[in-house]
T-cell receptor, first 112, second 112 residues
């Protein structure tokens, strides 16, 4: 089976930096995604990591260590609009028969 | 910017009734996914299409759920009969290369 773990909730202050961790144990690995989901809305794509290292995209960065089965999403200069759920998802196999396996999501609350 | 379209956005029905959801993927995206997301959880795959063919429907409750993508473009997901436990957000996503998936706005189903 697939096991993807991330914290349920986090709180951070506007302007600060927050790191959301994700650990995974899957039968194969062919990429890890982070999605942002505001309440009642669809997930929106944030980042994709397939090789080890850090991918930076504006205020958001994502890190992957395949040997440790570990990723994190780093959000800098937090804004109130960043309050949302952040979903970690893994593609176990790069075959047409496999889709994203999602964690349960981390609900981030940004406070003034 | 091209988007995945879904309708209806909201559906309220009574148990034992039939419901149908529609999805139109981003033009040119051969792969289409239907996910179900229960409140507080991550999305879970129901069915995956590659063009008009079902690639993975192992998690689709086939006694009551059906999905089709007859011409390899838009898709319909049907539930008959609906049960209380089917209340959830039904998300459609599409991808071009099988990697990054883009989600539609979802259909929020409430079964009374």
């Amino acid at each position: 089976g697939q096991n993807i773990d991330q914290p349920t909730e986090m709180t951070a202050t506007e302007g600060a930096i927050v790191q959301i961790n994700c650990t995974y144990q899957t039968s194969g690995f062919n990429g890890l995604f982070w999605y942002q989901q505001h309440a009642g809305e669809a997930p929106t794509f944030l980042s994709y990591n397939v090789l080890d290292g850090l991918e930076e995209k504006g205020r958001f960065s994502s890190f992957l260590s395949r040997s440790k089965g570990y990723s994190y999403l780093l959000l800098k200069e937090l804004q109130m609009k960043d309050s949302a759920s952040y979903l970690c998802a893994v593609i176990p196999h790069r075959n047409s028969g496999y889709a994203l396996n999602f964690g349960k999501g981390t609900s981030l609350l940004v406070t003034p | 910017e091209a988007e995945v379209a879904q309708s209806p956005r909201y559906k309220i029905t009574e148990k034992s009734q039939a419901v149908a959801f529609w999805c139109d993927p981003i033009s040119g995206h051969a792969t289409l996914y239907w996910y179900r997301q229960i409140l507080g959880q991550g999305p879970e795959l129901l069915v995956q299409f590659q063009d008009e063919s079902v690639v993975d429907d192992s998690q689709l409750p086939k006694d009551r759920f059906s999905a089709e993508r007859l011409k390899g473009v838009d898709s319909t997901l049907k539930i008959q009969p609906a049960e209380l436990g089917d209340s959830a957000m039904y998300l459609c996503a599409s991808s071009f290369s099988g990697d990054t998936q883009y989600f539609g706005p979802g259909t929020r189903l409430t079964v009374l």
